[in-house]
C-alpha cells in the first residue's frame, strides 16, 4: 500500500517554504505519493452545487475564495524539491485546458521529475469555472474528457501522432520529448457517476473517487468494493482486463486523534488508534486499493505546518509499521 497526501494549495501554508517542508519531509517519512489539487479561477458569486457537502457549499468559513496555486506549475516546483514520492493531480479538470499544450506539460513534469508522474485527472463541476475560462460546453465535459484522455495517449506513445476528434484534432505534428514512463504515465480518473465509472474502465489506468460525494456512499470498504466491481466491469465489456485497473482511496477525513462515528453508531473507518486505523487499512487492500491519500496537512484556521509534521510522523511511526 502506498501512501500519499496533498499540499495545501492556498492558504498561510501554501508559500514556497512551507510547501517545501512538507513535501521534503514527507518523502522523508515514506509517503509516497504528494498530490496538488485543481482550480484556476473562481466566480464571486457561485451557483454551482458541490457534491462535498450536503448543502453545496463550497468554501469553507473564512477561506479565502480566489486563492489557489496553479498545479501543474506546482507540480514542476514538487519535480524539483523532492526526489522519490510520484507527483499526482488530484485530480486535474480536462476541459480546461487545451489538450496538446497539457499533454507537453504533464510529459515535461514526467522528464524533470524522472518519471514520476500520475496524472489524476475528472470533468469537473463548477460551470461558471468554464465559463470564466472559455473552456468547452460545460454539458459536454464527459465527450470532452473522454477525448482528451485518448489524445494524451496518442501524443506520449506514437511517433507520428493522429487524433481526429469533435474537440481535438492534430495531424503531421512531432511530440517530443516523450514521458520517461512507458508506455506513458499513470492517467487515474475520478468521478462516481456511471459515466465516470464507465470512463474509468474503458479509458483509464485506474480509478480515484471522491469519496465525500454525499451523493454516493463509499466512506466504508463494502461500499468501495461494489462501485469498484462497476469499474472492472466496463474494463471487462471494453475488452480489457479488469485487474488492470489500479484502485486509490482518498481518507481525507483521517483523524488519529479520535474515533468518529457513521450515522449508524459504527465507528468511521481510518479514525480512532493506530491499531484501528491499520486494521482499516487492511480491509481496503483486501477490496484492492493500492494507494491511499490521507488529510495530513489540515488547513483549518491556526493549525501550523509543525502540527501538520507531527500528525505525518505519527502516521509514519505507529502506523505504517503494522500495515
Known amino acids: 500500500m502506498d501512501f500519499g497526501f496533498a499540499l495545501p494549495p492556498r492558504g498561510p501554508m501554501a508559500t514556497p517554504e512551507h510547501i517545501a517542508t512538507l513535501a521534503q519531509q514527507g518523502e522523508a517519512m515514506g509517503f509516497g505519493i504528494l498530490a496538488v489539487t485543481d482550480h484556476i479561477i473562481f466566480p464571486k458569486i457561485l451557483r454551482s452545487a458541490f457534491a462535498g457537502s450536503a448543502s453545496g457549499q463550497y468554501y469553507a468559513a473564512g477561506e479565502s475564495q480566489g486563492e489557489y496555486l496553479e498545479p501543474l506549475a506546482l507540480l514542476s516546483f514538487l519535480a524539483g524539491i523532492t526526489s522519490s514520492a510520484k507527483l499526482l493531480?488530484?485530480?486535474?479538470?480536462?476541459?480546461?485546458?487545451?489538450?496538446?499544450?497539457?499533454?507537453?506539460?504533464?510529459?515535461?513534469?514526467?522528464?524533470?521529475?524522472k518519471g514520476r508522474v500520475i496524472v489524476g485527472c475528472g470533468v469537473g463541476w463548477m460551470r461558471e469555472e468554464f465559463e470564466a475560462?472559455?473552456?468547452p460546453p460545460f454539458e459536454k465535459r464527459g465527450a470532452v474528457g473522454n477525448e482528451y484522455i485518448r489524445a494524451f495517449r496518442e501524443l506520449w506513445t506514437q511517433d507520428n501522432p493522429t487524433f481526429e476528434g469533435t474537440y481535438c484534432r492534430f495531424s503531421h505534428v512531432e511530440f517530443a520529448p516523450k514521458p520517461v514512463q512507458q508506455?506513458?504515465?499513470?492517467?487515474?480518473?475520478?468521478?462516481?457517476?456511471?459515466?465516470?465509472?464507465?470512463?474509468?474502465?474503458?479509458?483509464?489506468?485506474?480509478?480515484?473517487?471522491?469519496?465525500?460525494?454525499?451523493h454516493v456512499p463509499l466512506g466504508t470498504p463494502e461500499q468501495f468494493a461494489a462501485y469498484a466491481a462497476k469499474v472492472k466491469q466496463h474494463a471487462q465489456e471494453a475488452g480489457r482486463d479488469p485487474a488492470s485497473i489500479d484502485f486509490t482511496y482518498s481518507a481525507s477525513w483521517y483523524n488519529d486523534q479520535e474515533a468518529e462515528r457513521l450515522p449508524n453508531g459504527a465507528r468511521r473507518p481510518v479514525t480512532g488508534t493506530p491499531a484501528q486505523i491499520a486494521d482499516d487499512i487492511k480491509r481496503y487492500?483486501?477490496?484492492?486499493?493500492?494507494?491511499?491519500?490521507?488529510?495530513?496537512?489540515?488547513?483549518?484556521?491556526?493549525?501550523?505546518?509543525?502540527?501538520?509534521?507531527?500528525?505525518m510522523e505519527r502516521f509514519a511511526t505507529k502506523v505504517m509499521p503494522l500495515v
Open 89 to 113: 493531480t488530484a485530480v486535474m479538470v480536462l476541459p480546461n485546458r487545451p489538450p496538446i499544450l497539457t499533454a507537453k506539460m504533464l510529459a515535461t513534469i514526467d522528464v524533470l521529475s
Open 285 to 311: 487492500e483486501e477490496v484492492g486499493v493500492r494507494h491511499m491519500m490521507l488529510s495530513m496537512v489540515v488547513r483549518r484556521p491556526g493549525v501550523t505546518v509543525q502540527q501538520s509534521l507531527e500528525r
Open 133 to 135: 475560462l472559455g473552456s
Open 183 to 214: 508506455p506513458h504515465p499513470p492517467i487515474w480518473t475520478g468521478g462516481e457517476s456511471p459515466a465516470a465509472l464507465r470512463r474509468a474502465g474503458r479509458l483509464a489506468d485506474g480509478w480515484y473517487p471522491f469519496t465525500q460525494n454525499v
